[in-house]
């Protein structure tokens, strides 16, 4: 009756103010507001990164993690999507061990030897 009716109100008017107290907690909303910007960023750099043009072939997002390579010859390669941030998109091809990252102007493959990344000859392209 009466008890639980204000018990409820007390329960409500705690929570209600444990909210303001988190979200005033400038360590959690940095934090929200960083997950947020991120996410938006990463949205809009998705948006944008479906179709990368090369020399002689193109590359395509067909889904979430999945892309493909078209070469003017006729070939085409599958890659999975290793991760991506805002300077390029990171890609794996499992036939080939092949590792390639897709950046604004060029495209680089890793070697494993060297331990680094590097163009190859007409890996310069653009996402389109």
Do not use: M
């Not at 909210?19 to 959690?28: V, Y």
């Not at 947020?36 to 002689?56: A, G, H, P, S, Y």
């Not at 290793?82 to 990252?101: A, M, Y």
Request: with cysteine.
């Amino acid at each position: 009756g009466i008890a639980s009716s204000r018990l409820e109100k007390r329960r409500f008017a705690s929570a209600k103010l444990n909210q303001r107290l988190w979200w005033t907690r400038p360590d959690c909303a940095h934090a929200i507001i960083g997950e947020l910007l991120n996410q938006l960023i990463r949205t809009d750099v998705l948006n944008r990164r479906k179709f990368f043009q090369i020399e002689n072939s193109a590359f395509e997002r067909l889904e979430a993690g999945k892309w493909t390579e078209k070469s003017r010859d006729g070939r085409e390669f599958r890659f999975r999507e290793l991760g991506e941030n805002k300077d390029f998109v990171e890609l794996f091809d499992d036939s080939r061990q092949l590792k390639l990252r897709l950046y604004k102007n060029v495209g680089k493959i890793y070697n494993e030897q060297e331990r680094q990344w590097r163009a190859w000859r007409g890996s310069e392209g653009s996402w389109k």
